[in-house]
């Protein structure tokens, strides 16, 4: 079961996200919060997002704006580093709250309630049709990267905010999309080495033990696949349906995750 989760997440939403900016660890860190702790779930998304967005720099890497790259994923690496590393502060916290549903006990921590409330807002995003029309100056563009990176590092969830700030520097659709997976590489290089040398070696000997190698390996190559498809397509992909969809099925997940039960 865990294997069809993450793969279907992954291979869907890698397509229809290749055009968007965004999508794919939005989805992908919830998936993987439901068969493992919230911290080491944002660790594996974080891999496979990684690993995904180097076979995108492969496929579309060369239509990259180096000058907005520059700009937007400096600040952004930083940021991100600083986000992974309250992550990693408040994922040590003990509970705020527990209770117990039949034989399973459900616990409400910090990190749980603000990963919650983070993808309550980008859920939102998805949802409102004024959040649609939202972008931002683009002598904005550091700050922008400085804000993505904050929130890719703290809970994952970082396109959004990413597309939002770039879509506004005049680029065209394929330098859009080289630029959006360069900056994002970047910030996933940044994250990854503070979630290594913090919180992911806690969770290590439990993930393990789950299957986790085998499932971030999985969602790598059913990435991979989407991606490719999604170059294939060679057009804008429409993602105003699936983005109601996405939206209300992560609402769903942050009440679940901010109350305890996932």
């Not at 891999?47 to 180096?66: E, M, S, Y």
């Not at 989407?226 to 992909?237: A, D």
Request: charged letters at 10%.
């Amino acid at each position: 079961m865990e294997y069809v989760v993450i793969c279907g997440v992954a291979i869907v939403v890698s397509a229809l996200t290749l055009f968007s900016g965004f999508g794919l660890g939005t989805l992908l860190m919830p998936a993987f919060a439901v068969f493992f702790p919230i911290s080491f779930a944002v660790a594996a998304t974080a891999v496979v997002h990684l690993a995904n967005n180097l076979f995108k720099v492969f496929l579309v890497g060369r239509h990259a704006d180096i000058k907005v790259v520059t700009r937007f994923a400096l600040p952004a690496a930083l940021c991100a580093a600083l986000g992974a590393c309250l992550l990693g502060y408040f994922s040590d916290m003990t509970p705020i709250a527990h209770y117990t549903i039949g034989s399973r006990t459900c616990e409400v921590t910090i990190v749980k309630l603000m990963i919650a409330g983070l993808i309550g807002f980008f859920a939102l995003w998805d949802l409102l049709p004024r959040f649609q029309q939202i972008a931002f100056d683009a002598k904005y563009i550091t700050l922008g990267g400085a804000l993505s990176g904050f929130f890719g590092g703290l809970s994952g969830l970082q396109g959004a905010l990413r597309s939002a700030f770039l879509i506004r520097c005049g680029l065209g659709k394929e330098a859009f999309v080289a630029t959006g997976v360069v900056a994002t590489v970047v910030v996933d290089i940044s994250r990854l080495v503070i979630y290594g040398a913090t919180f992911v070696a806690k969770d290590a000997a439990f993930a393990a033990g789950q299957g986790a190698t085998g499932l971030i390996a999985a969602g790598m190559l059913a990435a991979f696949l989407g991606s490719f498809i999604g170059v294939r397509l060679l057009r804008k992909t429409t993602m105003r349906e699936v983005q109601g969809i996405v939206g209300v099925m992560l609402l769903l997940l942050a009440v679940g995750l901010g109350a305890g039960l996932v």
